[in-house]
């Protein structure tokens, strides 16, 4: 009886893994949809949008952006992972709903656990501004400013996602910047500009507004090399400061997905952001075009979740 019921797990097992199995060779026979848990003209949408546009040629069927904003993008990344694993329903993923959630949410409608990373897409480091009319000409002078006058020192963050990597600045370099709440990363850029507040980490996007004004001013960058459109930012690693943080957009699938989809997925993103012309697109908005392996993907947030929740843990940051 014992030996029966073995063989008819194993059928059924089998049985099981065969649709998924037939489905990866075929794959694709439909249109894939991208979900982007973000309004329309994002950052994230627009790498989806990028995708949406190119991968059709390499995959032979069209690809669609659904976007399903949330408070931290949460709907959208819950969707997703529970869709079905057949390579048809994905997300343009950030930090955002796969790292820094799980930092500050005590309870999330899913986990880390649900997804099987694919690729990159892009890499966007973050900024250190000051008011061009700030006296400070290195983050070393930043620094001895807050501890100087701690009382008058803060700094303005947009989400959780800001709030830690800034909170993190503080522990590396022993300042006492203190947190201001804003709406959106371009209400943080204007608080620097009007001299609201201190300081602020901002991707390049949205300081670059700041920047062409001239009414800020960047003092070091958080990417491991030095930006090519910023050659002489000094980067905070070479200023002796050990973090390296970027804001990185990336596809995922849900957890289960077949190998040979994910691979096919892996390599056709690959190509996308190879091609000279998406290349540009991604340079003029300020992004770096990069594309990993999904191995690599998915050691990056195994890696930056316990880093993040310990930070939140220990300044008791947590979402609302």
Known sequence: MLIKNRFRFAHFVIAALLPLAAMAADYPTKPVTIVVGYSAGGGVDAMARIMADKLPALLGQPVVVENRPSVGAIVGTSYVSKAKPDGYTLIMGAPGPMIFNHAVYAKLPYTPQDFTPISFVSDSP???????????KTVQDL????KQNPDKSNYAASSASFQLITELFNKKTGAKFTHIPYKGANDSVMAVMSGDVSMALADAGPASVGLQSGRVK??????AKRMPDYPNVPTLAELGIDLKVSLWIGLLAPAGTPPEIV???????AKVVAMPDVQKRMTTMSVIPMSNTSEEFAK???SEIPLWKQLAADNNIKAN
Request: aromatic share 0%.
């Open 218 to 223: 960047v003092l070091a960058v958080t990417s």
């Open 263 to 269: 691979k096919q997925l892996q390599d056709s993103v």
């Open 300 to 302: 990056v947030i195994a």
């Open 143 to 146: 620094v001895n400013q807050s």
């Open 126 to 136: 973050l900024m250190l501004l000051v008011n061009a009319n700030n006296p400070a």
